[in-house]
């Protein structure tokens, strides 16, 4: 018997699809609210909740904001990658995460599987190698890709033609902060100096402490930025190393191999093997029998408020699972049941943010 037929995935210019980066968002929200003067959030019975609260607060924000029609959420598994078997000290120094991010993260992700948010993630790489991957398929679809991070690595990522644009973070959002920063060519060469096409060698030259990674002792990013903008990359670099003089030289000629090593460790993998397709990761809604206990469980009021006056006093913000995307030419099989949008979730920034027992 034959595979049944597939139809291709056409997008059209307006299709667009949010790439989030889930450690990074997740951090962020924990550290907003864990580390703020209120203190971390909990429920009445001490479960931990700055990272969900933070987080879906955040995530929501995004998605009313940008109008994705796919989304997914690519997280580190925590084991080690190919990066650390190519060197052991890769991210050492780090500090461990906090004793209550694990089941924060824990029940995050069982919220956002209820939610119908694709959660991706591959053993043996990182939540950046999954993201440029997805970036790299959806844009050669002709989606129009976001990614949301506050990682600069990510900066890469965008190209020319600005298919590809990173939703910059500030270090405490999901607290009431102003949204992110959309990130283009010009915004990263503003911010770094240097164009996106340029963050590799960047790194391979001034190093990146975060991630452990050397770069070339004694370059800073001053000297970097100025070696980039008059070569262009690293390999013209060391093609012009004799027409660069004194000290820099002889830096230069030490750490050539660190160089090379940091450049390669700094590079986001663009093909890595993922089991799921842009088609599973188009927004669908969800279905309120599953989320609520959830929300009940995680003491989340104003989100529980929310899905409970969406459905039963706004018909209007209901709408069939099965309704057929405008980026589909074909119509998905419709179930018997009825999803609720995102919509009805998206939270009105208060004034000020107060603690919350959620």
């Known amino acids: 018997m034959s595979p049944a037929y597939t139809p291709p995935l056409t997008a059209t210019s307006a299709s667009k699809i949010v790439l989030v980066d889930g450690h990074s968002l997740a951090f962020r929200a924990y550290f907003a609210f864990a580390k703020g003067r209120d203190g971390g959030l909990r429920t009445s019975t001490g479960i931990p909740t700055s990272v969900s609260y933070g987080f879906l607060k955040a995530l929501l924000e995004t998605i009313d904001l940008e109008q994705p029609d796919y989304l997914a959420i690519a997280f580190d598994l925590g084991g080690a990658t190919y990066r650390h078997d190519a060197d052991e000290t890769y991210k050492a120094g780090r500090p461990e995460a906090p004793e209550d991010f694990k089941p924060d993260l824990d029940n995050l992700?069982?919220?956002?599987?209820?939610?119908?948010?694709?959660?991706?993630?591959?053993?043996?790489?990182?939540?950046?190698?999954?993201i440029g991957t997805l970036a790299r398929r959806a844009s050669q679809e002709g989606f129009q890709v976001k990614i949301l991070s506050g990682d600069r690595d990510l900066f890469q990522l965008i190209d020319p033609a600005e298919q590809v644009k990173v939703l910059y973070m500030s270090t405490t959002y999901g607290k009431g902060t102003q949204p992110p920063r959309e990130f283009g060519v010009e915004q990263v060469k503003e911010k770094l100096g240097v164009l996106p096409s340029q963050v590799v060698d960047f790194?391979?030259?001034?190093?990146?402490?975060?991630?452990?990674?050397?770069?070339?002792?004694?370059?800073?990013?001053?000297?970097?930025?100025?070696?980039?903008?008059?070569?262009?990359?690293?390999?013209?670099?060391?093609?012009?190393?004799?027409?660069?003089?004194?000290?820099?030289?002889?830096?230069?000629?030490?750490?050539?191999?660190?160089?090379?090593?940091?450049?390669?460790?700094?590079?986001?993998?663009?093909?890595?093997?993922?089991?799921?397709?842009?088609?599973?990761?188009?927004?669908?809604?969800?279905?309120?029998?599953?989320?609520?206990?959830i929300l009940e469980k995680l003491e989340f009021k104003s989100f529980l408020t929310r899905v409970k006056n969406g459905s039963s006093n706004s018909p209007g913000r209901m709408k069939p699972r099965c309704q057929p995307s405008r980026l589909l030419s074909h119509r998905l099989p419709c179930p018997p049941t009825r999803a609720t949008t995102y919509g009805s979730l998206a939270p009105k920034t208060p004034r000020r943010l107060r603690k919350l027992k959620q």
Request: glycine residues 8%.
């Open 109 to 130: 992700q069982e919220l956002l599987k209820a939610l119908n948010l694709p959660i991706v993630f591959t053993p043996g790489y990182e939540a950046d190698d999954v």
């Open 203 to 293: 790194k391979a030259l001034c190093g990146d402490p975060s991630d452990n990674i050397p770069g070339v002792k004694g370059i800073g990013e001053k000297t970097a930025v100025q070696l980039l903008t008059t070569y262009g990359t690293l390999e013209n670099v060391y093609a012009s190393i004799d027409e660069i003089k004194g000290a820099v030289k002889k830096k230069l000629e030490a750490g050539l191999e660190d160089a090379r090593h940091s450049q390669w460790m700094a590079q986001i993998h663009l093909d890595v093997p993922l089991d799921i397709d842009l088609r599973s990761c188009q927004l669908q809604g969800f279905e309120e029998a599953t989320v609520l206990p």
